[in-house]
């Protein structure tokens, strides 16, 4: 049997927001991070594509020996996690997930109108409607999709004046509204966080799911008993279906330490792992 791992994975970089935090909240754990890069961006794809994916990336993981994986994403979040969690095959998994954080938006506004950023897959599934049915009562919830700003953050344009101007095109219509609180529901924003708040200044509230969702995964690791002591030097085990250089080249602006990086690759709905290239110095 492998040893435990905890595993993470999204569609491509914005995971990593939430595995820093996860690194936080558990020091010493090893992590295995999937990126699948060979279909980012996962937004605007039908919700039972994404749904396949999330299912050959949390067998992979579970095969490496994680007992317990975080969808890194809330697209898949929106597009798998019910399904993920009632697969005979991943029985005695525990499944972490994102939601829409429009419960913490919800308790903190004062205008009573909050804005909420995620990609058109994530809005179309059950769980947005289920979060904003739950907590939004009273409260004026607007929706805005980002076209283009996974793909600004892949490509590491994270401070950049087209990404500015993106940026601004979308939550200018959301401060003219009133909003004083804005939820980042796609796991890539968090990564604009300094831009998003020089555009909203300090009376908006820019919210990230991350660390409640780290703090989650902790209870988690605590509950299957995987909390066992290891090496901290060998505990990050990054793999992509893209390009692991330029996987590897993103690490340090994200705030994650360097590391080798594993190529995956996608055959008849399961992944492979080929090659490991060396960590870059
Ligand atoms: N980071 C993802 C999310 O949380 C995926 C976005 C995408 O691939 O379009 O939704």
Redesign the pocket.
């Given at each position: 049997m492998p040893l435990p791992v905890l595993g993470v994975f999204?569609?491509?970089?914005?995971?990593l927001s939430v595995l820093r935090e996860i690194r936080r909240a558990l020091p010493g754990v090893p992590l295995a991070y999937v990126a699948d890069q060979a279909?980012?961006?996962?937004?605007?794809?039908p919700l039972a594509e994404v749904r396949g994916f999330a299912e050959g990336i949390t067998r992979y993981l579970q095969a490496q020996g994680a007992p317990v994986v975080v969808v890194?994403?809330?697209?898949?979040?929106?597009a798998a996690l019910a399904a993920l969690r009632q697969n005979p095959e991943l029985a005695g998994l525990r499944v972490v997930g994102?939601e829409p954080a429009v419960k913490p938006a919800v308790e903190v506004t004062r205008t009573g109108v909050v804005g909420v950023l995620?990609?058109p897959?994530?809005f179309q599934g059950e769980l947005y409607a289920a979060v904003v049915e739950r907590f939004a009562q009273g409260v004026t919830v607007i929706q805005q999709v980002c076209p283009g700003l996974?793909q600004q953050i892949e490509a590491g344009r994270l401070d950049t004046p087209d990404t500015e101007a993106m940026l601004r095109g979308w939550v200018a219509p959301l401060l003219a509204r009133g909003i004083d609180a804005l939820v980042l529901?796609?796991?890539?924003?968090p990564f604009v966080i300094p831009l998003l708040q020089k555009i909203c200044g300090l009376g908006v509230r820019v919210i990230d799911p991350a660390p409640a969702v780290a703090r989650q995964a902790a209870r988690m690791w605590a509950a299957v008993g995987a909390d066992r002591p290891s090496a901290p030097a060998a505990a990050l085990d990054y793999a992509t279906s893209g390009d692991p250089t330029t996987f590897a080249a993103a690490l340090p602006a994200l705030g994650l330490p360097p590391g080798a990086v594993r190529s995956l690759r996608w055959q008849g709905g399961a992944l492979i792992a080929s090659t490991i290239e060396p960590p870059q110095s």
């Open positions: 999204d569609s491509g970089l914005g995971g279909h980012v961006p996962y937004g605007a794809r890194a994403c809330h697209t898949a979040s929106a994102m995620a990609t897959a994530t996974v529901g796609c796991t890539h924003y």
